[in-house]
């Protein structure tokens, strides 16, 4: 996903690449391995690639969006809604803090939703 800045596909397609039927295996898969759902994980490959490529070329979100055809005001939100942070604050504190949020949220704790709404 990471690879491929979280555009990968929908669950249907990913499914088969990972030796499941269909998106319902994939699905029950994730939630056993106590991992998001395909979506979410999708999501966070997006913004850790495009802080990535805002780090090494200094373009702003929105010019990250525009040539990757992309809505400008989804990535933002996107953003907002993965890390619980705005754009510019996300690019203060770097891509090795988006990581490391990235791991923690990974990490199974019980009766913790893997995506709090505040970090």
């Known amino acids: 996903m990471l690879l491929s800045g979280g555009s990968i596909g929908t669950a ?50 929105c010019q990250l969006a525009f040539r990757a055809r992309k809505d400008p005001a989804t990535c933002y939100r996107t953003v907002k809604r993965v890390t619980g942070l705005r754009w510019v604050e996300l690019r203060r504190r770097g891509s090795a803090w988006v990581m490391q949020r990235f791991v923690a949220q990974l990490e199974p704790h019980p009766h913790k939703p893997i995506f709090p709404s505040t970090l």
């Open 12 to 61: 249907a397609q990913v499914a088969p690449h990972l030796g499941l039927h269909n998106r319902f295996e994939l699905a029950r898969f994730l939630k056993r391995e106590g991992l998001p759902p395909l979506h979410d994980l999708a999501a966070w490959a997006s913004v850790l690639a495009w802080l990535d490529r805002a780090e090494g070329t200094g373009c702003s979100l």
